[in-house]
């Protein structure tokens, strides 16, 4: 609001001065925020990929060194027959 006296209207140029910059301020730490959670979020998910990704490895890993077993077992087999 504009007023006519020109001391109140320098009061309130200030005061709205006042709240734009500590709006201004409070949303840039805002985002700040959100922006650490963002990342944390995304530290955590890759984390639980990689976790995911050595397990399936070590599945892998395990169930193929089996078949390899059973291959030689059942390769040893046959020879053993012929």
């Known amino acids: 609001m504009l007023w006519k006296n020109p001391i109140a ?28 959670i963002t990342v944390l979020n995304l530290k955590k998910k890759n984390k639980i990929q ?9 599945k892998i890993n395990k169930y193929t060194k089996k078949d390899l077993k059973k291959k030689n077992k059942i390769q040893n087999l046959s020879e053993e027959l012929n």
């Open 9 to 36: 209207a320098k009061k309130e140029e200030k005061f709205l001065n006042f709240y734009l910059i500590f709006y201004n301020d409070i949303f840039k730490l805002f985002s700040q925020v959100r922006f650490i």
């Open 50 to 58: 990689n976790l995911s990704e050595e397990f399936c490895k070590k």
